[in-house]
């Protein structure tokens, strides 16, 4: 395929001007973020149709649509990567086509996402180019420097995080999360963990933990902060500042610190022995209701019922279960405000098949704690 056709110089010239807007602040930048990247998608599939011998007009005067591209691409069995992503984007295209507003900044970070791992595959396997060479001609180098640092690859890129959380605090909040995910994946592969948790798991101290690895009391309660700030800010429940991404980078060089500190062998024997305890734990359970640690089971139960009881409304928590205690904090409905912090205790009987009768109780300690004007701390 040849870079030189009008269409794909076009089509990078748009994605060029959508990495300058995604690094602005306003509500237009970030619509014109989805528009541009749309456009730019589009104009590339039209180039790769034509490649393939196809014809891009429907009729003299009207060319195909982005389906239509990808109908006679999916003909020619050429494949078009990211497709399930691609069609969100164009959705959401249209959807600003027809009605007022702007994305939000966690919306804009997805498709950017979306957009740049499609372009990147594009050009590899059907131009036979590098992204990053192709798209330094189209952008202005401090664009592109400021986009880069969103992916971060050691200390030193990590640290210009905090930079780019004076603009886009949110942006560089993820961004770090995302490197520090990487971090203790890599780190556990290192010493034979390999099991697969939910996406949230690698970034909570209980993660290390059940693999029997203990963190200082303070850099897992930070750890957990971080966490939990990552959760909020990603379900719109808090926008989160530049001194928040300062405190989440340093938490992180604080964790890279403390891994590097650990003698790798003596780490192994500790995750084994953690291991051989959760299987043996798990035997125990086999028989009854419970397949999974009680804490956990407990979690997810939970969780699930503060998010669908319709008589809690739109009441946001943070929820979390370890040694059996259930400590439940409900947030204030805006900020600045008071938390409102409950605790709760669970027990098992020896075969554990009580565990979902518990959760009945505390559900219905739940209910009266929040419905019902309630001390600050209550203790179950």
């Not at 164009?90 to 498709?111: C, V």
């Not at 750890?223 to 808090?238: F, I, P, S, V």
């Amino acid at each position: 395929m040849a870079i030189e056709s009008p269409l794909f110089q076009s089509s990078m010239e748009l994605l060029g001007h959508s990495i300058t807007h995604f690094n602005g602040t306003s509500e237009l930048d970030r619509k014109l973020v989805i528009l541009h990247l749309s456009n730019a998608v589009e104009l590339l599939l039209k180039d790769m149709v034509l490649d393939g011998g196809g014809s891009i007009y429907k009729n003299p005067k009207e060319t195909i649509t982005i389906h239509g591209c990808i109908e006679a691409l999916n003909a020619k069995n050429i494949a078009v990567p990211h497709m399930n992503k691609l069609e969100l984007l164009i959705d959401e295209r249209n959807a600003l086509q027809h009605r007022f507003g702007s994305p939000n900044e966690l919306t804009a970070i997805f498709y950017m996402n979306v957009a740049t791992d499609f372009f990147r595959d594009v050009l590899k396997q059907n131009y036979g180019q590098d992204f990053d060479e192709i798209i330094s001609q189209f952008t202005e180098a401090k664009d592109l420097n400021a986009l880069k640092m969103r992916e971060p690859t050691d200390d030193s890129e990590l640290e210009n995080l905090k930079k780019l959380g004076k603009v886009h605090p949110l942006g560089a909040l993820l961004s770090a999360i995302a490197y520090l995910e990487k971090t203790i994946i890599k780190f556990c592969a290192s010493v034979g963990i390999s099991e697969r948790f939910s996406p949230s798991m690698p970034i909570s101290s209980r993660y290390l933990e059940i693999n029997g690895i203990e963190l200082p009391k303070g850099l897992s309660e930070r750890l957990d902060n971080t966490r939990r700030l990552r959760n909020m800010a990603a379900h719109g429940r808090a926008e989160p500042t530049r001194e928040d991404v300062i405190a989440a980078i340093s938490t992180i060089e604080e964790l890279e610190r403390f891994l590097a500190s650990l003698d790798i062998e003596n780490t192994k024997r500790q995750v084994a022995f953690a291991l051989k305890k959760r299987k043996s734990e798990r035997l125990n359970y086999e028989n009854s209701r419970v397949l999974m640690p009680p804490d956990q089971w407990m979690y997810e139960v939970l969780k699930n019922f503060l998010m669908t009881e319709p008589s809690l409304g739109k009441r946001k928590f943070i929820i979390e279960v370890k040694d059996g205690k259930v400590s439940l904090s409900q947030l204030p409905d805006a900020l600045p405000g008071d938390a409102k912090v409950f605790q709760y205790s669970f027990s098992l009987n020896d075969r554990g098949d009580n565990i979902s009768a518990e959760s009945e109780r505390i559900k219905a300690d739940i209910l009266r704690d929040c419905l019902i004007p309630a001390p600050d701390i209550s203790v179950r």
